[in-house]
T-cell receptor, first 112, second 112 residues
Framework: GENVEQHPSTLSVQEGDSAVIKCTYSDSASNYFPWYKQELGKGPQLIIDIRSNVGEKKDQRIAVTLNKTAKHFSLHITETQPEDSAVYFCAASTGTASKLTFGTGTRLQVTL | DVKVTQSSRYLVKRTGEKVFLECVQDMDHENMFWYRQDPGLGLRLIYF???????EKGDIPEGYSVSREKKERFSLILESASTNQTSMYLCASSLMGTGPQYFGPGTRLTVT
């Protein structure tokens, strides 16, 4: 089955700096890659997603890049703010009944 | 907006008890999922359902069962709760096919 690895497990950046979280996947048939943000005491919330026919997608300060050849995808957050502090999860899906395989999460802390 | 609700935010049960966790979604989604979330392990799929009365095992189904009698409701059942089932339980739903899953706020279950 699919295996998703996520790095780093923790990341501390200063406000205004950029943050990058990287994930690799094992199943070359995977074709959908969402990113979730989980704040304390809440369920994960979708922040951005990308499909395998696209190499990059941006939404304001957030961007995701996908390298199908290397089987990795990354989340980029620019101009970080304290409210970006949360746990971020990547996931991959092969499209079978929308099943997702999640990475183990990255705890991002944005310091003032 | 998609809304996924879970019956309890916090639950404390004793070893051996039968436990029911309820999840309801209001967006007419075909797919529903149950995950457990543990530190350092990310989200792991317990069971999912792609239609009423249909269910499929996820990655860690042992000790759990599910029920889906109506499209909007998906129940997770712990037949005989054990301490190693202490965890955060997350429900999600999605449309048929590959796409985003929408999560509820989670139920933190403690088994003593």
């Amino acid at each position: 089955g699919e295996n998703v690895e996520q790095h780093p497990s923790t990341l501390s950046v200063q406000e205004g700096d950029s943050a990058v979280i990287k994930c690799t996947y094992s199943d070359s048939a995977s074709n959908y890659f969402p990113w979730y943000k989980q704040e304390l005491g809440k369920g994960p919330q979708l922040i951005i997603d990308i499909r395998s026919n696209v190499g990059e997608k941006k939404d304001q300060r957030i961007a995701v890049t996908l390298n199908k050849t290397a089987k990795h995808f990354s989340l980029h957050i620019t101009e970080t703010q304290p409210e970006d502090s949360a746990v971020y999860f990547c996931a991959a899906s092969t499209g079978t009944a929308s099943k997702l395989t999640f990475g183990t999460g990255t705890r991002l802390q944005v310091t003032l | 907006d998609v809304k996924v609700t879970q019956s309890s935010r916090y639950l404390v049960k004793r070893t051996g008890e039968k436990v029911f966790l309820e999840c309801v979604q209001d967006m007419d989604h075909e797919n529903m999922f149950w995950y457990r979330q543990d530190p350092g392990l990310g989200l792991r799929l317990i069971y999912f359902s792609y239609d009423v009365k249909m269910k499929e095992k996820g990655d860690i189904p042992e000790g759990y069962s599910v029920s889906r009698e109506k499209k909007e409701r998906f129940s997770l059942i712990l037949e005989s709760a054990s301490t190693n089932q202490t965890s955060m339980y997350l429900c999600a739903s999605s449309l048929m096919g590959t796409g985003p899953q929408y999560f509820g706020p989670g139920t933190r279950l403690t088994v003593t």
